[in-house]
Structure formats: structure tokens, C-alpha cells
T-cell receptor, first 110, second 118 residues
Framework: KNEVEQSPQNLTAQEGEFITINCSYS?????LHWLQQHPGGGIVSLFM???GKKKHGRLIATINIQEKHSSLHITASHPRDSAVYIC????????????FGKGITLSVRP | KAGVTQTPRYLIKTRGQQVTLSCSPI?????VSWYQQTPGQGLQFLFE???????NKGNFPGRFSGRQFSNSRSEMNVSTLELGDSALYLC?????????????????FGPGTRLTVL
């Protein structure tokens, strides 16, 4: 069973700051997902990656398969980035089962 | 292309009742997965359906069941509801065509059904 740990537990930042959220997992995976959930809102998939780095706007996600670790970076943070960020890992093999971290609550102050 | 839709969006039931939730995947997607989100346990995998067959199952009691129809639409049923079943129930669909590549297993989430058990 994969154990997914996220850090830091909660995060408060000032608008404009560079933010890093970390995710570690214990067992080999086929892919890692970064998800975003606004209060009372649904879940949006930000990234799915299995190696290297992906960038979308102000968001960057990296993964190190050997170290079983991924980071999500937010550059020039904005209050609208305030949300819960959830890391989820996907089992190997022909299935879609995801195991989730507990999520990090990010609050960006203006 | 329409996204994943779930109905109903909100539901209030009492203990002992049963409930059926529905999920319509993105057109062409063959896999539908169901998840439960609670404040205490976070997000947990319930089960996955692919081509009308349950392909994977999480650690939930038998009161939680599901099915998938030939058009890939899926329903999940919870019988004999308990207070602890109050949660946001999410479904996600993926292409799962069997072709190699990350995009094949990328999951797209629906807005969820918020179930309250009184």
C-alpha cells in the first residue's frame, strides 16, 4: 500500500511569494497527480506526470522517480491561488486507482 | 466536449435509507472511478469500473456498490446509510484505451455529490 505524505501541513504566504509544496510516496508508481480544490468547490487536475518537469502558467511540477518525491511550485503567488493542493499517486498496472495525500491548505494574503 | 457530470449535486438522507448517485463520463472515456472525501479521512478510492466490469476496489464495506452501463455511465449505491457516510462523492473518468502514454490514464473529475446523512 502506498503511503503519500505532503508537506508543509498548512501554508500562508504573501501575494507575490514563491511557494513550494512537497509530496513523498513509498512505493513505485505509474504517475503522480497534483490536484487543486477551492473551498466548497470541485477538484481540478493541475498536472499528471511520470518524470521530469511540467509547467503551466505560474505553476511548475517536478518529480524525482528515484527519490519518490515531487514538488509543486507556484511563482508570483496570488490570492486566487488560495486552495487545497492534493498530491495523488497512481498504481502501476492497468488500473486507475489513486492514493491521495491529506492535502495542503494554502492561503495567499493580498 | 462536455466534462464529467454528476447527479444529484446535493442529497440529504436519513440513517438506514439507501442512495444512488450517478456519474456521466466524458464522451469516449471507458473508465470511471469513484472516490469519497471526508474531513477526517480525506480522499479515498472506492472502486473503478471499466467496460461494465469492476476493475479495482478500495477498502469499503459491501454497503457500497456500483455498476457501469454500456454507455460508460456509472452509478454507485450506498445501502443502510450511516452518519459516517456523509461526504463528498467524486467520480473521475479516463480514456483507458490501452494505448501507451500518460494521457490514457489522466483522470478528469466531476463536481461531486455532497451527501448528508441525518
Amino acid at each position: 500500500k502506498n503511503e503519500v505524505e505532503q508537506s508543509p501541513q498548512n501554508l500562508t504566504a504573501q501575494e507575490g511569494e514563491f511557494i513550494t509544496i512537497n509530496c513523498s510516496y513509498s512505493v513505485g508508481i505509474s504517475a503522480l497527480h497534483w490536484l487543486q480544490q477551492h473551498p466548497g468547490g470541485g477538484i481540478v487536475s493541475l498536472f499528471m506526470l511520470s518524470s521530469g518537469k511540467k509547467k503551466h502558467g505560474r505553476l511548475i511540477a517536478t518529480i524525482n522517480i528515484q527519490e519518490k518525491h515531487s514538488s509543486l511550485h507556484i511563482t508570483a503567488s496570488h490570492p486566487r491561488d488560495s486552495a487545497v493542493y492534493i498530491c495523488a499517486v497512481q498504481d502501476t498496472g492497468a488500473n486507475s486507482k489513486l492514493t491521495f495525500g491529506k492535502g495542503i491548505t494554502l492561503s495567499v494574503r493580498p | 466536449k462536455a466534462g464529467v457530470t454528476q447527479t444529484p449535486r446535493y442529497l440529504i438522507k436519513t440513517r438506514g435509507q439507501q442512495v444512488t448517485l450517478s456519474c456521466s463520463p466524458i464522451s469516449g472515456h471507458r473508465s470511471v472511478s469513484w472516490y469519497q472525501q471526508t474531513p477526517g479521512q480525506g480522499l479515498q478510492f472506492l472502486f473503478e469500473y471499466f467496460s461494465e466490469t469492476q476493475r479495482n476496489k478500495g477498502n469499503f464495506p459491501g454497503r457500497f456498490s456500483g455498476r457501469q452501463f454500456s454507455n460508460s455511465r456509472s452509478e454507485m449505491n450506498v445501502s443502510t446509510l450511516e452518519l459516517g457516510d456523509s461526504a463528498l462523492y467524486l467520480c473521475a473518468s479516463s480514456l483507458s484505451s490501452g494505448r501507451a502514454g500518460l494521457k490514457d490514464n489522466e483522470q478528469f473529475f466531476g463536481p461531486g455529490t455532497r451527501l448528508t446523512v441525518l
